[in-house]
Every structure is written in structure tokens, then in C-alpha cells.
């Protein structure tokens, strides 16, 4: 089935030409990261300056919602402060505010929405509401002093991946995007985060199931790649959760020797990212046979992932663009550029 994307900023009258000086104030507080941003329009970043809140989350294994939303409440001014006094602007310079709408954690998202529309008010600022999963896709365009802006051509296949989302996307234009793919069940980040878990590897699983994997053959356990029907784009990896915690459940992990722990460990995270790599560059490839795109983008917490990176690298060269690893993550860059 296929949706269409709504545009960031549906609550504005149309301002979408800006001048490339303009300055945005982008604010970001989804989930668990406190982030603000100064993003001059052509996308250059001044300031990106993130509160994170790991180190709160770790112990407990996941985001609390309510924990996060009053760790937001404390520092919201204090990051949008500091992004002010790292770009070297005051509030007389910027144009506008960017605020992520969702989706994400309500008790979360209703921080930043307050703290930017009392900004915007006091401020006299245009306020503009984006879409938090098109903002990752935003995120290949951005980049900072001292590099090459990115010349992306439309149309576009984006694959984005996240913690909660995975989608591929049809590009016409910077306003006009389809989604013509998406995970049926769970989402490749979430998967990766939920096989950490089944490890016992350290919150969050994600990235260190990709550690894990370097060590790892992935070849090791021939865990499934779920096509669907014939030519469908979309995506589903409930089944490839359920295989993994089917092998490790076959081993008593804590019976084995350090060593042999860490191997078997490595081999199924290898094995395992492996598996969804092989899908996400799979559907994408059928993607770009069906639209034939100018330009292939790969956005989204996953993003970071290194293998996922070079494989899609690889097989599309000068037409791939992705954002810095920085960028990948939540972020308030990616919520301010145009």
C-alpha cells in the first residue's frame, strides 16, 4: 500500500523558498536525547549540541517515558542556550524555530512543543512543525564548515531505518514522498535493539550487536531473510527475531567459557546483521529497478551501522548519500534544515 508522506511544516502558509543565509533554530526532544541546533537554510550546521540520557536509561534497560520527560523539562533552555552561544548568533539572527511534531514519546515530544512555542511567541519567531522521520531523511543534507555541500538530485529512493521505523521512500521532490515499502511487523533498529538484549549485551543493543559482529562470522547461523511475496518492497523481521532467540536459547550461555561465550556471541550478532543487511540492500535494489531514482539516500538511527554503510556504498557509488555518523542518531540539525 502505498501513503503519502505529509510535508514538514503543513501548518505554515508556504514558506518553503528561503533565502540560503536564514537561520533556523531546530529543536529535537522524541525520545531520549535533548538536542538544538542553528541551521543555516542551504543546510550548513552552526551549532548542534545534544543532552543525552544513556547514562540514566542504562542500568534500567530502556527509556522510562516519564524519567524522560522531566529530564527534558531540565535541560531543554540550557541546550537551546548553548546552541545560541555555539553558532555565535542571538536571537535577533534567527529567522525561525523547528520543532519535531512525532512521531516519538508524548511526555517528550509536549517539552519541546512547549518550550518552542513559548520561544516563538516571546521571540516573535515563525514556528514550523517536522516531521520526525522525514527529518532523518533531511539529515543527508546537512554538513559543516570546511566541506562540500551535498548536490542531491531528484527523484530519490530513500531507505530509512530506525529504532521504530523502516521504510523505503520515493522521492519525487523535496515536498512530494511516497512511502512504497515498510516493515509489516517489527523495524530493523528494533530488532537489532531486542537481539542485544537476548546477548546480554549492554543498553543500547544496537550498536553494540554491530561491535559484536566484527568479531563474528556471518556465516555461522543461517538465520532467514524474509522476501514476502514476489516484488513486494516491504519488510518484516518478527521471524528473524524469533530464529535468533530460538539458537540462543539451544545454548546455555552462562555455562560457557569466556572465550566461548564471546565467539558465540559475536557469530550470532554477526550472522544476524547480516541477515537484515542482506534484506534492507535486497528491497532497496528493487526499489531502484522499479523507480529508477537520480539518487539513493540511507538515513536514520541505523544508518551508523558500518557494515550497512559500506555494503550500500558499494552497490549504488556516486548515486548513495547518507548523513555523517553524528547526524544519524536523533538530532536537532536534522529537524532545522529545509
Request: charged share 20%; glycine share 8%.
Amino acid at each position: 500500500m502505498t501513503l503519502e508522506v505529509v510535508p514538514s511544516r503543513t501548518r505554515n502558509t508556504g514558506i518553503f523558498l528561503l533565502d540560503n543565509q536564514q537561520l533556523t533554530l531546530g529543536i529535537e526532544s522524541s525520545c531520549d536525547e535533548t538536542a538544538a541546533a542553528i541551521v543555516r537554510a542551504d543546510g550548513l550546521v552552526l551549532s548542534d549540541i545534544k543532552a543525552t540520557q544513556i547514562d540514566i536509561f542504562k542500568n534500567l534497560g530502556g527509556v522510562v517515558p516519564e524519567m524522560a520527560a522531566r529530564a527534558h523539562t531540565e535541560k531543554i533552555l540550557p541546550v537551546i542556550d548553548e546552541a545560541l552561544k555555539a553558532a555565535a548568533v542571538d536571537w535577533a539572527q534567527i529567522d525561525q524555530i523547528h520543532v519535531t511534531e512525532g512521531p516519538g514519546l508524548i511526555g517528550s515530544l509536549l517539552v519541546g512543543h512547549s518550550a518552542a512555542q513559548a520561544l516563538a511567541m516571546a521571540y516573535n519567531k515563525p514556528l514550523h512543525w517536522v516531521n520526525h522521520l522525514r527529518a532523518h531523511c533531511l539529515a543527508c543534507w546537512l554538513w559543516e564548515a570546511g566541506e562540500t555541500k551535498p548536490e542531491i538530485v531528484f527523484p530519490s529512493i530513500g531507505l530509512l531505518v530506525s529504532g521504530g521505523h523502516t521504510q523505503l521512500l520515493w522521492m519525487k521532490d523535496y515536498e512530494h514522498w511516497e512511502i512504497v515499502g515498510e516493515t509489516i511487523d517489527d523495524a530493523a533498529g528494533e530488532a537489532f535493539d531486542k537481539v542485544g538484549k537476548m546477548l546480554g549485551l549492554p543498553y543500547p543493543g544496537g550498536p553494540e550487536v554491530s561491535k559484536a559482529a566484527e568479531k563474528g562470522n556471518p556465516q555461522a547461523f543461517k538465520f532467514p531473510r524474509a522476501q514476502l511475496e514476489k516484488g513486494s518492497l516491504d519488510f518484516s523481521f518478527s521471524g528473524l527475531k524469533t530464529a535468533v532467540l530460538r539458537e540462543i536459547k539451544k545454548v546455555e550461555i552462562e555455562q560457557l567459557g569466556d572465550l566461548e561465550k564471546k565467539q558465540f556471541v559475536s557469530d550470532v550478532a554477526a550472522s544476524f546483521e547480516e541477515a537484515v543487511i542482506e534484506v534492507l540492500l535486497s528491497k532497496t535494489r528493487w526499489a531502484v529497478l522499479k523507480y529508477q531514482p537520480l539518487s539513493i539516500l540511507l538515513a536514520g538511527g541505523v544508518a551508523a551501522n558500518k557494515a550497512l554503510r559500506g555494503r550500500m556504498k558499494d552497490e549504488f557509488s556516486s548515486k548513495f548519500y547518507l548523513p555523517q555518523l553524528k547526524f544519524c542518531t536523533d538530532n536537532a540539525a536534522m529537524v532545522g534544515v529545509h
